[in-house]
């Protein structure tokens, strides 16, 4: 029965883990994304750039990533931005799925 029970706890702290990594991982792949944009030219490439990186992570179910990149685009970018906003939405709607 002890066996039994350290097996649960260790399975459990092994999922926690590997959630974690996983968000850590989403978070680090969002923030390259919108490193790699501030190095274009002007603001509509990085919005073009950041629209297609925010459209691969969704189309990659990494809906995480693809929340910050749209976010980021409003906030920073362009806050009309109509692409970005469907985008949050539609990465907002599956997170909350």
């Not at 978070?27 to 002007?42: M, P, R, S």
């Not at 906030?75 to 990465?91: C, G, P």
């Amino acid at each position: 029965m002890k066996r039994i029970l350290t097996l649960t706890v260790a399975v459990m702290i092994m999922t926690g883990s590997l959630a974690y990594a996983e968000t850590q991982m989403e978070a680090l792949a969002a923030k390259e994304a919108i490193a790699q944009a501030g190095e274009l030219a002007t603001v509509e490439q990085q919005v073009e750039y950041l629209l297609k990186q925010g459209e691969a992570f969704f189309e990659n179910q990494r809906f995480s990533e693809a929340r910050s990149v749209a976010e980021y685009i409003l906030l920073k970018l362009d806050n009309e931005q109509e692409e970005a906003v469907q985008l949050l939405s539609r990465a907002n709607q599956n997170i909350k799925e």
